[in-house]
């Protein structure tokens, strides 16, 4: 499927959000070396009969509502800089920055291609840019509106992670989509902030033991490669199987389990043992935590900076493979507890103290997140929200393959039951993490 640019055009605000260069600092969190990526993913839209095709096209209505939104998030069109004194990231905004906008099209319908509905298709991966490390630097936002033949858009989206979180990007969506639609301005002010709000205590002290699963080392990247290609999986995931995996573990452990620590520890084990990791070797279960109303006071509402911190299990491959999956189950379920502002403070004041000597979370990482609910449909430009919300990144809390759970396509008119299961494996892993998944179908749980 060929994807053709048109044009890229850059977006300035609307009217001048400030009136003299300057730069403003991040906080410890998005300075996080895991987030210095970017995340990439789409939103994609059926042609809507309220729309009249000939007088108003989404391309312009996006890049003016955009330029509206970046009167309030002029930060999104700033250059993001390392500081000369300690190797952070800052960053500059001067009059005269943008945000540069992709117009493309590709000759088939939404409807031809499942409406994007299947993430395994190579072929997305063009609907989306994808910068180099430098250049993500310099556009933190690039966005890319690509038009299918039946009159239908996606809104690809490159993020550079320093600059927000998943729930911070949908935040400036809405705002974006509000103005679309006609508001005067956003509802939600953005708040920045960051040094302040999510800035080291004085003195530092890590009263939490974070250093039990991050490592000092200045000499690994956490996004290294192992040199075997990584492909993408799609898989579906039926009620009616996850709720037989949760009856199943609650029958031998007698506790609940949340889909979450059910599923999530299946597809560790699952993951672990595909890919043929030495038992000797030490695997990490990693998730993001809302934070933003743990810590203490909570952040304020419009906080949009990184809000999230990494939780991690961690344990021996050959543990992992070998004991109950119940009992992996409980280790995800017993790991929520740390979600407390003492954690937070003690990741931070980490940050702050070690940042110079390379933090990781070292090899062996599995990242996990759940789409289902973080309001990602809810960015409705005027002819309603999008039908499938789609993430590309491969990176994700110092890991290269993140698995991420997905709600189904809503042009599917709700006849699909539970969801689906994008993942990431190494090539040679993906024939025994497919035959986990057959099993899991059948519900043959004599394997946990």
Not at 78 to 104: F, M, N
Not at 132 to 147: A, G, H, S, W, Y
Not at 417 to 446: C, I, N, T, W, Y
């Amino acid at each position: 499927m060929e994807v053709k640019i048109s044009k890229t055009t850059t977006v300035h605000p609307s009217s001048p959000p400030f009136h003299q260069t300057h730069v403003l600092p991040l906080s410890h969190l998005d300075n996080d070396r895991n987030l210095d990526v970017s995340f990439r993913y789409l939103r994609a839209y059926v042609s809507s009969p309220n729309r009249p095709t000939v007088a108003v096209d989404p391309f312009h209505v996006i890049t003016a509502a955009l330029s509206a939104a970046l009167v309030p998030y002029y930060p999104l069109a700033g250059t993001l800089r390392r500081c000369a004194v300690d190797g952070r990231l800052e960053l500059h905004c001067a009059s005269g920055d943008g945000v540069p906008v992709v117009l493309a099209a590709v000759d088939c319908s939404l409807e031809s291609v499942n409406y994007l509905d299947d993430p395994a298709q190579n072929w997305i991966e063009n609907l989306v840019p994808d910068p180099d490390p430098e250049k993500r630097l310099e556009n933190p936002l690039i966005l890319q509106v690509t038009m299918f033949a039946c009159g239908g858009y996606t809104l690809g989206a490159a993020v550079t992670h320093p600059m927000c979180d998943g729930l911070g990007a949908t935040q400036f969506f809405n705002g974006m989509a509000e103005l679309a639609r006609g508001a005067s301005k956003v509802s939600v002010k953005p708040v920045w902030d960051r040094a302040m709000l999510l800035g080291p205590r004085d003195p530092p002290r890590v009263e939490f033991p974070v250093q039990g699963f991050l490592k000092l080392d200045k000499g690994f990247f956490p996004y290294s490669e192992s040199g075997e290609p990584v492909v993408r999986q799609c898989f579906d995931v039926k009620d009616e199987w996850l709720d037989r995996l949760k009856g199943f573990l609650r029958e031998h452990s007698g506790s609940s389990f949340t889909t979450f620590e059910a599923l999530g520890a299946f597809i560790w084990r699952a993951r672990v043992k595909a890919t043929g990791t030495p038992d000797h070797e030490e695997v990490k279960f990693a998730y993001p935590i809302n934070m933003r109303k743990l810590v203490n006071p909570p952040l304020p509402p419009g906080y949009w900076g990184n809000g999230c911190t990494p939780i991690y299990v961690q344990l021996i491959a050959k543990d992992l493979i070998n004991q109950p999956i119940w009992e992996t189950a409980e280790l995800i379920k017993k790991s929520k507890r740390n979600g407390t502002d003492e954690y937070v403070r003690s990741f931070i004041d980490f940050q702050e103290l070690n940042y110079a000597q390379g933090i990781n979370a070292g090899k062996g990482v599995s990242g996990f997140t759940d789409w289902r609910h973080l309001g990602h449909s809810s960015v409705d430009f005027g002819w309603g929200g999008p039908v499938t919300v789609l993430p590309l990144s491969r990176h994700l809390f110092g890991g290269v393959e993140p698995c991420f759970f997905l709600p189904y396509s809503s042009a599917s008119g709700g006849s699909k039951d539970g969801f689906k299961l994008l993942v990431h494996l190494q090539e040679s892993a993906v024939p025994g993490f497919r035959a986990a998944m057959e099993k899991f179908s059948r519900q043959e749980f004599d394997f946990c």
